[in-house]
Protein backbone atom coordinates (compact mmCIF):
# COMPACT_ATOMS: atom_id res chain seq x y z
CA UNK A 1 0.00 0.00 0.00
CA UNK A 2 0.67 4.09 -0.31
CA UNK A 3 2.66 4.83 3.06
CA UNK A 4 3.19 8.63 2.81
CA UNK A 5 1.22 10.12 5.29
CA UNK A 6 2.01 13.59 4.59
CA UNK A 7 1.51 15.53 1.01
CA UNK A 8 4.68 17.19 -0.03
CA UNK A 9 7.12 15.29 2.38
CA UNK A 10 10.01 15.53 -0.24
CA UNK A 11 9.90 19.21 -0.27
CA UNK A 12 11.11 19.11 3.57
CA UNK A 13 14.73 20.96 3.56
CA UNK A 14 16.19 17.62 5.36
CA UNK A 15 19.43 19.45 5.35
CA UNK A 16 18.10 22.28 7.86
CA UNK A 17 16.19 19.49 10.00
CA UNK A 18 18.94 16.97 10.13
CA UNK A 19 20.89 19.97 11.80
CA UNK A 20 18.75 21.08 14.46
CA UNK A 21 19.13 17.42 15.67
CA UNK A 22 22.65 17.90 15.87
CA UNK A 23 22.46 21.23 17.58
CA UNK A 24 20.55 19.48 20.41
CA UNK A 25 22.35 16.64 20.61
CA UNK A 26 25.16 18.72 21.35
CA UNK A 27 23.62 20.86 23.82
CA UNK A 28 23.17 17.63 25.32
CA UNK A 29 26.77 16.86 25.51
CA UNK A 30 26.70 14.58 23.00
CA UNK A 31 27.97 13.74 19.20
CA UNK A 32 26.46 11.96 16.91
CA UNK A 33 28.88 9.30 15.82
CA UNK A 34 27.50 8.75 12.27
CA UNK A 35 26.39 10.39 9.85
CA UNK A 36 23.68 7.68 9.79
CA UNK A 37 22.16 8.37 13.01
CA UNK A 38 20.93 11.33 11.83
CA UNK A 39 18.11 8.97 9.84
CA UNK A 40 17.90 7.02 13.65
CA UNK A 41 17.35 9.91 15.28
CA UNK A 42 14.55 11.60 12.68
CA UNK A 43 13.33 7.65 12.58
CA UNK A 44 12.55 7.22 16.50
CA UNK A 45 11.81 11.17 17.38
CA UNK A 46 8.75 10.51 14.37
CA UNK A 47 7.70 7.80 16.09
CA UNK A 48 8.45 9.30 19.70
CA UNK A 49 5.93 12.40 18.20
CA UNK A 50 3.22 9.88 15.97
CA UNK A 51 2.33 7.56 19.12
CA UNK A 52 3.05 10.29 22.08
CA UNK A 53 5.33 8.61 23.60
CA UNK A 54 6.57 9.43 26.82
CA UNK A 55 9.43 6.98 28.31
CA UNK A 56 12.31 5.37 26.69
CA UNK A 57 11.12 2.04 27.92
CA UNK A 58 8.21 2.70 25.72
CA UNK A 59 9.58 3.66 22.98
CA UNK A 60 11.63 0.51 22.67
CA UNK A 61 8.85 -1.64 23.36
CA UNK A 62 7.49 -0.07 19.95
CA UNK A 63 10.62 -1.02 18.44
CA UNK A 64 10.80 -4.56 19.49
CA UNK A 65 7.07 -5.24 18.13
CA UNK A 66 7.43 -3.37 15.13
CA UNK A 67 11.29 -3.52 13.83
CA UNK A 68 11.03 -6.80 11.69
CA UNK A 69 15.24 -7.08 10.64
CA UNK A 70 17.28 -8.28 14.49
CA UNK A 71 20.33 -6.39 13.55
CA UNK A 72 17.80 -3.17 12.80
CA UNK A 73 16.39 -3.95 16.02
CA UNK A 74 19.43 -3.96 18.19
CA UNK A 75 20.81 -0.31 16.74
CA UNK A 76 17.62 1.10 17.37
CA UNK A 77 17.34 0.10 21.15
CA UNK A 78 20.58 0.30 21.59
CA UNK A 79 20.35 4.23 20.48
CA UNK A 80 17.27 5.03 21.99
CA UNK A 81 18.90 4.15 25.28
CA UNK A 82 21.42 6.06 25.04
CA UNK A 83 19.77 9.45 23.57
CA UNK A 84 16.11 9.20 24.75
CA UNK A 85 16.45 12.73 26.28
CA UNK A 86 17.60 14.02 22.20
CA UNK A 87 14.83 12.24 21.39
CA UNK A 88 11.99 13.47 23.31
CA UNK A 89 13.69 17.00 22.86
CA UNK A 90 13.76 16.76 19.08
CA UNK A 91 10.49 15.05 19.03
CA UNK A 92 9.11 18.15 20.34
CA UNK A 93 11.09 20.72 18.02
CA UNK A 94 10.56 19.37 15.06
CA UNK A 95 7.38 18.72 13.33
CA UNK A 96 5.80 15.57 12.49
CA UNK A 97 5.96 15.61 9.23
CA UNK A 98 9.57 17.21 9.04
CA UNK A 99 10.50 14.31 11.75
CA UNK A 100 9.55 11.83 8.93
CA UNK A 101 11.14 12.89 5.85
CA UNK A 102 14.84 13.10 7.49
CA UNK A 103 14.19 9.03 8.95
CA UNK A 104 12.76 8.50 4.65
CA UNK A 105 14.37 11.29 2.32
CA UNK A 106 17.52 12.39 4.13
CA UNK A 107 20.43 11.43 1.32
CA UNK A 108 23.66 11.81 3.36
CA UNK A 109 25.76 13.11 0.77
CA UNK A 110 24.24 16.12 1.31
CA UNK A 111 25.09 16.48 4.53
CA UNK A 112 28.62 14.51 4.60
CA UNK A 113 30.22 12.02 2.56
CA UNK A 114 31.78 10.58 5.10
CA UNK A 115 31.23 6.54 5.27
CA UNK A 116 29.01 6.70 2.34
CA UNK A 117 28.69 5.57 -1.08
CA UNK A 118 27.01 7.86 -3.53
CA UNK A 119 23.27 8.03 -2.60
CA UNK A 120 19.92 7.79 -5.10
CA UNK A 121 18.85 11.38 -5.17
CA UNK A 122 14.92 11.82 -4.64
CA UNK A 123 14.99 12.85 -8.53
CA UNK A 124 16.91 10.14 -9.83
CA UNK A 125 14.17 7.76 -7.79
CA UNK A 126 10.88 9.04 -8.94
CA UNK A 127 11.85 9.29 -12.85
CA UNK A 128 12.95 5.67 -11.91
CA UNK A 129 9.86 4.79 -10.41
CA UNK A 130 7.89 6.64 -12.85
CA UNK A 131 9.50 4.55 -15.72
CA UNK A 132 9.07 1.44 -14.25
CA UNK A 133 5.24 2.11 -13.91
CA UNK A 134 4.80 0.04 -10.58
CA UNK A 135 1.67 -1.58 -10.46
CA UNK A 136 0.45 -3.45 -7.67
CA UNK A 137 0.97 -7.31 -9.12
CA UNK A 138 4.60 -6.38 -9.33
CA UNK A 139 7.41 -7.76 -6.73
CA UNK A 140 10.31 -5.39 -6.74
CA UNK A 141 13.73 -6.01 -6.36
CA UNK A 142 16.61 -3.69 -5.73
CA UNK A 143 20.47 -5.10 -5.55
CA UNK A 144 22.66 -3.18 -3.81
CA UNK A 145 20.08 -1.26 -2.09
CA UNK A 146 22.49 1.29 -0.24
CA UNK A 147 20.49 2.67 2.71
CA UNK A 148 17.55 1.77 1.20
CA UNK A 149 16.76 5.81 -0.77
CA UNK A 150 14.99 4.34 -3.67
CA UNK A 151 12.75 1.58 -1.34
CA UNK A 152 11.62 4.64 0.35
CA UNK A 153 10.67 6.69 -2.65
CA UNK A 154 9.17 3.60 -4.75
CA UNK A 155 7.35 2.06 -2.11
CA UNK A 156 5.82 5.35 -0.90
CA UNK A 157 4.74 6.59 -4.39
CA UNK A 158 3.68 3.09 -5.78
CA UNK A 159 1.32 0.30 -4.84
CA UNK A 160 3.65 -2.98 -5.30
CA UNK A 161 2.86 -6.42 -4.02
CA UNK A 162 6.36 -7.06 -2.62
CA UNK A 163 9.59 -5.14 -2.22
CA UNK A 164 12.83 -6.69 -1.33
CA UNK A 165 16.46 -5.11 -1.39
CA UNK A 166 20.02 -6.82 -1.38
CA UNK A 167 23.31 -4.89 0.13
CA UNK A 168 26.23 -6.36 1.10
CA UNK A 169 27.36 -3.67 3.70
CA UNK A 170 25.63 -4.28 6.93
CA UNK A 171 25.31 -1.00 7.98
CA UNK A 172 23.67 0.09 4.88
CA UNK A 173 21.47 -2.60 5.37
CA UNK A 174 20.42 -1.98 9.49
CA UNK A 175 20.05 1.80 8.10
CA UNK A 176 17.82 0.54 5.57
CA UNK A 177 15.39 -1.35 7.61
CA UNK A 178 15.00 1.28 10.01
CA UNK A 179 13.53 2.93 7.05
CA UNK A 180 11.19 -0.05 6.27
CA UNK A 181 10.40 0.31 10.00
CA UNK A 182 8.96 3.54 9.56
CA UNK A 183 7.87 2.56 5.96
CA UNK A 184 4.76 0.80 7.50
CA UNK A 185 6.94 -2.46 6.67
CA UNK A 186 6.57 -1.92 3.33
CA UNK A 187 9.47 -3.31 1.90
CA UNK A 188 12.86 -5.36 3.82
CA UNK A 189 16.27 -5.67 2.65
CA UNK A 190 18.38 -8.32 3.27
CA UNK A 191 22.48 -8.77 3.71
CA UNK A 192 24.11 -10.46 0.15
CA UNK A 193 26.39 -10.43 -2.60
CA UNK A 194 24.54 -10.12 -5.75
CA UNK A 195 27.72 -10.85 -8.07
CA UNK A 196 27.90 -14.28 -5.86
CA UNK A 197 24.13 -15.30 -5.52
CA UNK A 198 21.73 -15.42 -8.34
CA UNK A 199 18.89 -13.89 -7.29
CA UNK A 200 16.35 -14.67 -9.53
CA UNK A 201 14.37 -16.58 -7.68
CA UNK A 202 13.33 -13.48 -6.23
CA UNK A 203 10.74 -13.82 -9.40
CA UNK A 204 11.32 -9.94 -9.72
CA UNK A 205 9.26 -8.28 -12.59
CA UNK A 206 10.72 -5.31 -11.76
CA UNK A 207 14.39 -4.54 -11.05
CA UNK A 208 16.19 -1.24 -9.95
CA UNK A 209 19.85 -1.14 -9.60
CA UNK A 210 22.10 2.10 -8.08
CA UNK A 211 25.45 0.31 -7.62
CA UNK A 212 28.90 1.75 -6.52
CA UNK A 213 30.60 3.29 -9.65
CA UNK A 214 33.98 2.40 -10.11
CA UNK A 215 34.31 -0.39 -7.72
CA UNK A 216 37.39 -2.69 -7.61
CA UNK A 217 37.74 -5.91 -6.59
CA UNK A 218 40.62 -8.26 -7.76
CA UNK A 219 39.59 -12.03 -8.83
CA UNK A 220 36.13 -11.72 -8.26
CA UNK A 221 35.43 -13.01 -11.30
CA UNK A 222 35.87 -16.37 -10.14
CA UNK A 223 33.24 -16.33 -7.96
CA UNK A 224 30.68 -15.17 -9.79
CA UNK A 225 27.38 -17.08 -9.70
CA UNK A 226 26.86 -19.39 -12.90
CA UNK A 227 24.56 -17.42 -15.03
CA UNK A 228 26.27 -14.11 -14.40
CA UNK A 229 29.85 -15.92 -14.94
CA UNK A 230 28.23 -17.70 -18.35
CA UNK A 231 27.34 -13.96 -19.62
CA UNK A 232 30.77 -12.99 -19.29
CA UNK A 233 32.52 -16.23 -19.91
CA UNK A 234 33.96 -15.03 -23.60
CA UNK A 235 34.62 -11.35 -22.07
CA UNK A 236 38.14 -10.35 -20.90
CA UNK A 237 38.31 -9.62 -17.02
CA UNK A 238 37.93 -6.08 -15.69
CA UNK A 239 39.31 -4.73 -12.35
CA UNK A 240 36.38 -2.32 -12.15
CA UNK A 241 32.93 -4.31 -11.64
CA UNK A 242 29.95 -1.71 -13.27
CA UNK A 243 29.30 -4.19 -15.99
CA UNK A 244 29.06 -7.11 -13.31
CA UNK A 245 26.56 -5.27 -11.64
CA UNK A 246 25.13 -3.80 -14.57
CA UNK A 247 24.51 -7.34 -15.72
CA UNK A 248 23.84 -8.86 -12.02
CA UNK A 249 20.59 -6.95 -12.57
CA UNK A 250 19.23 -7.20 -15.73
CA UNK A 251 19.71 -11.64 -14.44
CA UNK A 252 17.36 -10.58 -11.39
CA UNK A 253 14.37 -9.82 -13.72
CA UNK A 254 12.05 -12.17 -14.59
CA UNK A 255 10.83 -12.26 -18.13
CA UNK A 256 8.53 -9.84 -19.04
CA UNK A 257 9.77 -7.38 -17.15
CA UNK A 258 11.84 -4.17 -16.90
CA UNK A 259 15.03 -3.12 -15.15
CA UNK A 260 16.47 0.51 -14.66
CA UNK A 261 20.18 0.82 -13.78
CA UNK A 262 22.02 3.85 -12.77
CA UNK A 263 25.56 4.21 -14.75
CA UNK A 264 28.26 6.44 -15.18
CA UNK A 265 29.27 8.45 -18.03
CA UNK A 266 32.14 6.06 -19.44
CA UNK A 267 30.09 2.51 -19.42
CA UNK A 268 28.48 4.52 -23.03
CA UNK A 269 31.31 5.00 -24.62
CA UNK A 270 34.65 2.92 -23.64
CA UNK A 271 36.29 0.79 -25.23
CA UNK A 272 37.33 -3.12 -25.26
CA UNK A 273 34.78 -5.29 -23.67
CA UNK A 274 32.60 -2.53 -22.98
CA UNK A 275 31.60 -2.42 -26.58
CA UNK A 276 31.62 -6.60 -26.76
CA UNK A 277 28.82 -5.83 -24.22
CA UNK A 278 26.92 -2.97 -25.48
CA UNK A 279 26.87 -4.88 -28.69
CA UNK A 280 25.78 -8.20 -27.73
CA UNK A 281 22.70 -6.46 -25.25
CA UNK A 282 21.88 -4.44 -28.16
CA UNK A 283 21.43 -6.59 -30.16
CA UNK A 284 19.78 -9.25 -27.70
CA UNK A 285 16.95 -5.93 -28.02
CA UNK A 286 17.68 -5.66 -24.24
CA UNK A 287 18.49 -1.82 -24.46
CA UNK A 288 15.02 -0.13 -24.60
CA UNK A 289 16.09 3.15 -23.67
CA UNK A 290 19.20 5.43 -22.43
CA UNK A 291 18.27 8.75 -20.38
CA UNK A 292 21.35 11.19 -20.08
CA UNK A 293 20.86 13.03 -16.52
CA UNK A 294 22.04 16.59 -15.42
CA UNK A 295 25.21 16.59 -13.90
CA UNK A 296 25.62 16.95 -10.22
CA UNK A 297 22.23 15.38 -10.30
CA UNK A 298 24.14 12.96 -7.01
CA UNK A 299 24.40 14.88 -3.82
CA UNK A 300 28.14 15.57 -3.74
CA UNK A 301 29.70 14.75 -6.76
CA UNK A 302 29.30 16.18 -10.39
CA UNK A 303 29.53 12.99 -12.20
CA UNK A 304 27.13 12.23 -15.00
CA UNK A 305 25.12 9.42 -14.63
CA UNK A 306 22.40 8.05 -16.44
CA UNK A 307 19.59 5.51 -16.54
CA UNK A 308 19.82 2.48 -18.80
CA UNK A 309 16.30 0.92 -19.25
CA UNK A 310 16.14 -2.93 -19.90
CA UNK A 311 13.42 -4.89 -20.95
CA UNK A 312 13.58 -7.50 -24.27
CA UNK A 313 12.43 -7.61 -27.55
CA UNK A 314 13.38 -4.39 -28.36
CA UNK A 315 14.05 -3.06 -32.16
CA UNK A 316 14.68 0.04 -31.48
CA UNK A 317 16.11 2.45 -28.67
CA UNK A 318 14.91 5.98 -27.21
CA UNK A 319 18.20 8.21 -26.74
CA UNK A 320 17.28 10.86 -24.24
CA UNK A 321 19.09 13.69 -23.38
CA UNK A 322 18.39 15.22 -20.14
CA UNK A 323 21.28 17.05 -19.58
CA UNK A 324 20.22 20.80 -19.72
CA UNK A 325 17.65 20.70 -16.87
CA UNK A 326 17.46 20.91 -13.17
CA UNK A 327 18.00 23.99 -11.19
CA UNK A 328 22.06 23.72 -9.37
CA UNK A 329 21.97 24.35 -5.53
CA UNK A 330 24.78 24.11 -3.09
CA UNK A 331 24.77 20.71 -3.12
CA UNK A 332 23.68 19.20 -6.11
CA UNK A 333 21.16 19.66 -9.25
CA UNK A 334 17.89 19.40 -8.41
CA UNK A 335 14.39 18.65 -10.71
CA UNK A 336 11.21 20.24 -10.66
CA UNK A 337 8.00 17.73 -10.53
CA UNK A 338 7.68 19.07 -13.74
CA UNK A 339 11.00 19.06 -14.95
CA UNK A 340 10.72 15.09 -13.87
CA UNK A 341 7.63 14.60 -15.39
CA UNK A 342 9.21 15.85 -18.85
CA UNK A 343 11.71 13.64 -19.00
CA UNK A 344 9.26 10.40 -18.48
CA UNK A 345 7.31 11.98 -21.35
CA UNK A 346 10.62 12.08 -23.35
CA UNK A 347 11.22 8.55 -22.37
CA UNK A 348 7.79 7.11 -23.58
CA UNK A 349 7.98 9.08 -26.93
CA UNK A 350 7.67 6.66 -30.15
CA UNK A 351 8.85 9.67 -32.45
CA UNK A 352 12.05 11.85 -32.33
CA UNK A 353 11.64 15.31 -30.45
CA UNK A 354 14.32 18.11 -29.23
CA UNK A 355 15.50 15.73 -26.33
CA UNK A 356 15.05 12.38 -28.06
CA UNK A 357 16.11 10.38 -31.15
CA UNK A 358 14.26 6.85 -31.55
CA UNK A 359 17.30 4.57 -33.15
CA UNK A 360 17.11 1.80 -34.85
CA UNK A 361 19.54 -0.97 -34.56
CA UNK A 362 21.25 -0.32 -37.40
CA UNK A 363 22.16 2.93 -36.68
CA UNK A 364 23.85 1.58 -32.99
CA UNK A 365 26.21 -0.31 -35.51
CA UNK A 366 27.22 2.16 -37.51
CA UNK A 367 27.78 4.46 -34.26
CA UNK A 368 29.82 1.40 -32.75
CA UNK A 369 27.15 0.83 -30.82
CA UNK A 370 27.54 3.76 -28.05
CA UNK A 371 24.68 4.53 -25.61
CA UNK A 372 25.91 8.50 -25.74
CA UNK A 373 22.21 10.29 -26.14
CA UNK A 374 23.56 13.31 -27.59
CA UNK A 375 25.79 11.06 -30.45
CA UNK A 376 22.20 10.44 -32.23
CA UNK A 377 21.20 14.00 -32.28
CA UNK A 378 21.86 16.41 -35.53
CA UNK A 379 25.41 17.93 -35.50
CA UNK A 380 26.43 15.75 -32.85
CA UNK A 381 27.79 12.32 -34.44
CA UNK A 382 30.59 10.74 -33.01
CA UNK A 383 32.48 10.38 -35.92
CA UNK A 384 35.87 10.03 -34.94
CA UNK A 385 36.86 12.05 -32.35
CA UNK A 386 39.59 12.08 -29.73
CA UNK A 387 37.71 10.92 -26.64
CA UNK A 388 36.85 7.83 -28.42
CA UNK A 389 40.32 6.54 -28.04
CA UNK A 390 41.39 8.32 -25.01
CA UNK A 391 38.04 7.80 -23.37
CA UNK A 392 37.84 11.23 -22.50
CA UNK A 393 35.35 13.99 -22.98
CA UNK A 394 34.63 15.95 -26.05
CA UNK A 395 33.35 19.03 -26.27
CA UNK A 396 31.73 18.84 -29.65
CA UNK A 397 29.62 15.38 -29.55
CA UNK A 398 29.52 14.18 -25.50
CA UNK A 399 29.10 17.51 -23.41
Known sequence: MVVEKFNGLADVDTVHVAAMGRHIAIRHGKELGQIADYIILGAMAY????????????????????????????RLLDFCGRNWDILK?????????????????????????????????????????????????????????????????????SNVARAVGIELNKDNQVVANVRAFI??????????????????????????SHFPFGLKQVGVSERLYPRLKERLAKMRPSQRLDW????????????????????????????????????????????????ALPAGILAGTNIKVNLLVFSEDNKQVNMVDATEMGMRTKSRTK????????????????????????VDL???????????PSAYFRGRQLGTCLWWSSERSCHQCHG
Open 362 to 372: GQMEQNDYTWV
Open 47 to 74: ITREKDIDSVEDLQKCVDVGVKDYAAKA
Open 335 to 358: LSREEIEQIVSWYEQKSDSEHNRI
Open 244 to 291: EYTLSAICCQREGGKTVVVVSDGMLFSVGRDIMLRKQLTDEGRLEAVI
Open 89 to 157: EFSNAAGQKELKALALYFDPAEFSRNGFELGTSYDVSMISTKILDLQSEDTLVVPCAGIGGFLSVATAE
Open 183 to 208: SGNAFSVEQGNVLEKDYHELEGNKVF
